[in-house]
């Protein structure tokens, strides 16, 4: 079955280390999103990419960084600079084409520092 | 200012009663398209419906209704039956304009829990 695959589905960072949060999609669409959601704040745009190896800041970029170079694969990496990484991260992709059904989204991964 | 307002935190309603969730968007552009995804407690975004602007007619899928008001820019989610499963975290959405690849912005959610 095609879908999004993110993992892990738990995470924990010691202060100062940097993580790497997978997703891969094998739903052949163009555009993948990052989302950070934290209670009560909704869903929040970290990065999106429209095509391989081109992405956008989103609403809170600082303290991340995302490669894009194949169009399965959009890595999330969460930085020693982001002060507050706990939070729940959803990643998300769609098809530009077709039924609009907006996202598909992956079952997330809950980010913890320890 | 923020694009997209849900302003009921948590909602508890009988089990086989309607419900409505709120919604309003604020965005200039003629073109976009307004969603509505269930959370689960597991975390998983579910799709709900979709409405785009120049759609006419409210749209619907099974026991889910958008009421879509656009000189209100209003667009409240209606489920009716309502059962236990459906208790969840709700949230509206919006894409502006017309390029189905473009960002898609959230409102913070209703938290709805159904009784029985």
Redesign the interface.
């Known amino acids: 079955d095609g879908g999004i695959t993110q993992s892990p589905k738990y995470l924990f960072r010691k202060e100062g280390q940097n993580v790497t949060l997978s997703c891969e999609q094998n739903l052949n669409h163009?555009?993948m999103?990052w989302?950070r959601q934290d209670p009560?704040?909704?869903?929040?745009?970290i990065y999106?990419s429209?095509i391989v190896n081109d992405f956008q800041k989103?609403d809170i970029a600082e303290g991340y960084s995302v490669s894009r170079e194949k169009k399965e694969s959009f890595p999330l990496t969460v930085t020693s600079a982001q002060k507050n990484p706990t939070a729940?991260y959803?990643c998300?992709s769609?098809?530009?084409?077709g039924g609009?059904?907006?996202?598909?989204?992956g079952?997330?991964t809950?980010l913890t520092v320890v | 200012a923020q694009k997209?307002t849900q302003t009921q935190?948590g909602m508890f309603v009988q089990e086989k009663e309607a419900v409505t969730l709120d919604c309003t968007y604020d965005t200039s552009d003629q073109s976009y398209?307004l969603?509505w995804?269930k959370q689960p407690s597991?975390?998983?975004?579910i799709?709900l419906i979709?409405q785009?602007s120049y759609d006419e007619q409210n749209a619907t899928e099974g026991r889910y209704s958008l009421n879509f008001q656009k000189a209100r820019k209003s667009a409240n989610l209606v489920i009716s039956a309502s059962q236990l499963g459906d208790s969840a975290m709700y949230?509206c959405?919006m894409?502006e304009g017309i390029?189905?690849?473009d960002?898609?912005?959230?409102?913070?959610?209703t938290r709805l829990h159904i009784l029985p």
């Open positions: 163009d555009a999103y989302y009560g704040q909704g869903l929040r745009l999106y429209q989103g729940f959803l998300a769609s098809m530009g084409t609009d059904y907006g996202y598909t989204f079952s997330g809950r | 997209i935190p398209g969603f995804y597991s975390g998983e975004m799709f979709y785009g949230f959405a894409r390029n189905r690849d960002k898609i912005i959230f409102g913070k959610g």
